[in-house]
């Protein structure tokens, strides 16, 4: 059974840095892209990044180039998504996700939610 | 950035009855338009993709056509595990979501 366990979300003030890991089992991970997604009330659902088998091809939404930093740990089978000057409108629930061959999200991770406020 | 627009809302259905949603791309992206669910407090999950197949386990009552700009999901026949919030994804120019339908028990 494929799961993916999120953590590391938080209460942080703006400018502050988080880091997101997700942990994977059931399949290899290895061999499979991986993507953040967050959901807020406001905008919905939102591509944040995403990296491939190997980590040497990463892409980001606009609003968080340089200030979010996706990576793997295929040793590990561990996604992370280093946060840092973070501003309220980051406040969201991360998602981790597993991409299908064809490009959407066939695993979910629950979810870990960010909370960025004074 | 493509754009994906879901109508209605919100629809008000009861168990049993029809449930048809729609999706709407700003531009053409083919087939590649997926499908998810999601309840209270969940993640989505996958319905379908390719704007037609259905992932591993998803029940037959599912359905989905469409290509180029128009997609619709149907659902045949409504159960009470089905009452949810739909939303579609296009992933032919990166990805973005639509706002979500939600379907409510009438």
């Known amino acids: 059974e494929v799961q993916l366990v999120d953590s590391g979300g938080g209460l942080v003030q703006p400018g502050g840095s988080l880091r997101l890991s997700c942990a994977a089992s059931?399949?290899?991970?290895?061999?499979?892209?991986m993507t953040w997604v967050r959901q807020t009330p406001g905008k919905g659902l939102e591509f944040v990044a995403n990296?491939?088998?190997?980590?040497?091809?990463?892409n980001y939404e606009d609003s968080v180039k340089g200030r979010f930093t996706i990576s793997r740990d295929n040793a590990k089978n561990s996604l992370y998504l280093q946060m840092n000057s973070l501003g309220v409108e980051d406040t969201a629930v991360y998602y981790c996700?597993?991409?299908?061959?064809?490009?959407?999200?066939?695993?979910w991770g629950q979810g870990t939610l960010v909370t960025v406020s004074p | 950035e493509i754009v994906m627009t879901q109508s209605p809302a919100t629809l008000s259905v009861s168990p049993g009855e029809r449930a048809t949603l729609s999706c709407r791309a700003s531009?053409?992206?083919?087939?590649?338009l997926a499908w998810y669910q999601q309840k209270p407090g969940q993640a989505p999950r996958l319905l379908i993709y390719?704007?037609?197949t259905r992932n591993t386990g998803i029940p037959a009552r599912f359905s989905g056509s469409g290509s180029g700009t128009e997609f619709t999901l149907t659902i045949s026949s409504l159960q009470s595990e089905d009452f949810a919030v739909y939303y579609c994804?296009?992933?032919?120019?990166?990805?973005?979501f639509g706002q979500g339908t939600k379907v409510e028990i009438k």
């Open positions: 996700a597993r991409d299908h061959i064809t490009g959407c999200f066939v695993d």
């Open positions: 059931g399949f290899t991970f290895s061999t499979n892209w």
């Open positions: 990296i491939n088998q190997d980590g040497s091809d990463k």
């Open positions: 531009q053409s992206i083919s087939s590649n």
């Open positions: 390719g704007a037609s």
């Open positions: 994804q296009q992933y032919n120019n990166w990805r973005t």
